[in-house]
């Protein structure tokens, strides 16, 4: 799961207007770098100034989703990741960048964009990993391994008991040879008497 692109949006015009773009193109070939990045910049604009204020979208093309969330005070979200990231964790990961950036920059100094935030950036890292974001889907993960283990455990346990099964049926056969053979000592032992 990767995220390859998030961008912040200023809304109040038809067309969006850039507040802040974070890109990871690391994946990609040197010299495809910024062809990419052009690319995830135009995309992101685009889905940005076609998400009304209070929709979301997502977009698949190919391997990846392109999910756009604009909120009723007019900033809007792009994320742009390949096809396996939850839809869920995406919206949630934009609506808490958008309020944090928010916080730090109210909507009088959106004039001075486009944005560097160390903050979100560091977080735009954490998205990298949704099980950092997302609680729920944290849980998931550790009962789908709970899962897994505690399968191996069953099967163990029934191979266990299938073996504690045989040791039981041979221990039986076990004793009755034993009682057979001290029959059998006793019956010649009898014959002889040690003074």
Request: hydrophobic fraction near 35%; charge should be negative; aromatic fraction near 10%.
């Amino acid at each position: 799961m990767k995220v390859l692109a998030l961008s912040l949006w200023n809304k109040d015009n038809e067309r969006a207007v850039n507040l802040m773009t974070i890109q990871d193109t690391a994946q990609f070939g040197y010299f495809q770098r910024s062809t990419v990045a052009e690319f995830l910049t135009f995309t992101s604009q685009f889905m940005a100034d076609r998400t009304a204020p209070g929709e979301r979208k997502s977009v698949k093309e190919k391997e990846y989703i392109c999910h756009s969330l604009t909120k009723t005070d007019k900033i809007g979200g792009v994320m742009i990741c390949d096809e396996e990231y939850p839809q869920r964790v995406a919206f949630t990961f934009l609506l808490k960048v958008m309020d944090d950036f928010l916080k730090k920059y109210p909507k009088s100094n959106w004039s001075r964009a486009p944005f560097t935030d160390a903050d979100i950036t560091k977080q735009f890292e954490t998205a990298q990993d949704p099980t950092q974001i997302d609680h729920l889907m944290k849980i998931q993960t550790d009962l789908d391994e709970t899962k897994v283990i505690l399968y191996d455990t069953i099967e163990k346990v029934l191979e266990r008991g299938e073996k504690l099964e045989d040791i039981v049926a041979r221990s039986e056969n076990l004793s009755a040879t034993s009682k057979q053979f001290y029959k059998t000592a006793k019956s010649t032992n009898s014959c002889c008497v040690i003074l």
